[in-house]
């Protein structure tokens, strides 16, 4: 990017050298290359409907729990689950699952006006992928389960 530099100036390359500060980023690409060669491997099409099930047995599990209110269930829809359960912040749901070694998103993840759309402000966000297991799912379940008994136990105590 610098032709010459002294203590009274700078001359730049012409460009587009000039706009190429330091080494390329070439681990990434060879990253991506192998990470596109993997996903070429499985096959797109095999990916999608792992994802697809996988998201049809987590909705399954989280519409089992009683105070579980799930928003959004379009049968074609990317592999999130957001859901809301009674008596809990989004907060407190997405800290229990993450005590458990459990990544979801709790907030308004940018979307405001279809959340609002649904009556509510934010939700728990699990995102599915096809690296995850129905047994992942499982524990995921377990815990919000867990969550909205404890619920359960407070308002009949």
């Known amino acids: 990017m610098i032709a010459d530099v002294t203590f009274e100036r700078t001359l730049y390359q012409p460009a587009p050298n000039k706009f190429e500060a330091g080494t390329g980023n070439i681990a990434d690409a060879v990253g991506l290359g192998a990470a596109l060669d993997y996903v070429e491997r499985i096959g797109l099409e095999n990916i999608a409907r792992y994802e697809h099930d996988l998201l049809a047995y987590a909705t399954r599990g989280l519409a089992s729990i009683s105070g579980v209110r799930l928003i959004g269930t379009a049968d074609d829809k990317a592999s999130v689950a957001s859901f809301v359960l009674n ?41 599915l ?19 909205a008994w404890s619920t359960g136990r407070k308002a009949a105590g």
């Open 87 to 127: 008596g809990h912040t989004t907060e407190e749901v997405g800290k229990a699952l993450n005590q458990e070694g459990i990544a979801v998103r709790s907030g308004h993840h940018c979307a405001q006006p279809i959340l609002r759309r649904f009556g509510v402000e934010a939700t728990v966000r699990p995102s």
């Open 129 to 147: 992928a096809f690296y995850n297991t129905c047994e992942e799912v499982d524990l995921l379940v377990s815990v919000v389960q867990r969550l």
